[in-house]
């Protein structure tokens, strides 16, 4: 059974960051896709940042520049830094296992998720 706990969230002013953390339990981590996703309410889920089992990472595009994932194989975790967040990233972010398929991530796994509120 995989589980996937996430840890790191909370409130902070605009213009601040933020680092989440999910700590994965199961066999052969290093071998998985891994994505973060947030959800509001009202709002459908939206993927923010996937990361392959290889590095590679993709984006969308509203937090290029400012997101950064990686993952530490070694301690079956996988991270999302939040830098210069904005009120619009205040979310419930989630982490996810998932596979590709034709070069797209698609999620198998998730995690319960934590809360990101960006406010003054």
């Known amino acids: 059974q995989v589980q996937l706990v996430e840890s790191g969230g909370g409130l902070v002013q605009p213009g601040g960051s933020l680092r989440l953390s999910c700590a994965a339990s199961g066999s052969f981590f290093s071998a998985y896709p891994m994505g973060w996703y947030r959800q509001t309410p009202g709002k459908e889920r939206e993927l923010v940042a996937t990361?392959?089992?290889?590095?590679?990472?993709n984006y969308r595009d509203s937090v290029k520049g400012r997101f950064t994932i990686s993952r530490d194989n070694a301690k079956n975790t996988v991270y999302l830094q939040m830098n210069s967040l904005k009120p619009e990233d205040t979310a419930v972010y989630l982490c996810?296992?998932?596979?590709?398929?034709?070069?797209?991530?698609?999620?198998?796994?998730w995690g319960q998720g934590t809360q990101v509120t960006v406010s003054s």
């Open positions: 996810s296992r998932g596979s590709d398929r034709n070069g797209n991530y698609y999620p198998n796994y």
């Open positions: 990361i392959t089992s290889g590095g590679s990472t």
